[in-house]
């Protein structure tokens, strides 16, 4: 059975900055492609970026891009998401997710996602 399971997350002020982490568990996620999403009050479930564990290659939205950035430890078969310059609006439930295509595509979509984290709360104050 594959589990995700992040944490890192908290409250902050904004301007600061936060890590969150999601180990995966299960089995290896070599050639899997792996998402972050998040989940304001009252809002979809929005992508955040993901990386290709195949190739490495990382993808950011652009409503925080140049801010949050993805990285990926191997060895611990963690991701983590590096969060910066946080604002209010950034406060959501985030999650990650596992693609297991194994294509390295890295969609957009929640549906696309086979796989999901329980979340972590971030809160972003003003």
């Known amino acids: 059975q594959v589990q995700l399971v992040e944490s890192g997350g908290g409250l902050v002020m904004a301007g600061g900055s936060l890590r969150l982490s999601c180990a995966a568990s299960?089995?290896?996620?070599?050639?899997?492609?792996m998402g972050w999403f998040r989940q304001g009050p009252g809002k979809a479930r929005e992508f955040v970026g993901g990386v290709s564990w195949r190739d490495n290659r990382i993808y950011v939205a652009d409503s925080v891009k140049g801010r949050f950035t993805i990285s990926r430890d191997n060895a611990k078969n963690t991701v983590y998401l590096h969060m910066d310059s946080l604002k209010p609006e950034d406060t959501a439930v985030y999650f990650c997710a596992a693609d297991r295509r194994e294509d390295i595509v890295i969609r957009t979509l929640p549906r696309d996602y086979d796989y999901w984290g329980q979340g972590t709360q971030v809160t972003v104050s003003s």
């Open positions: 299960g089995r290896t996620f070599s050639g899997y492609v």
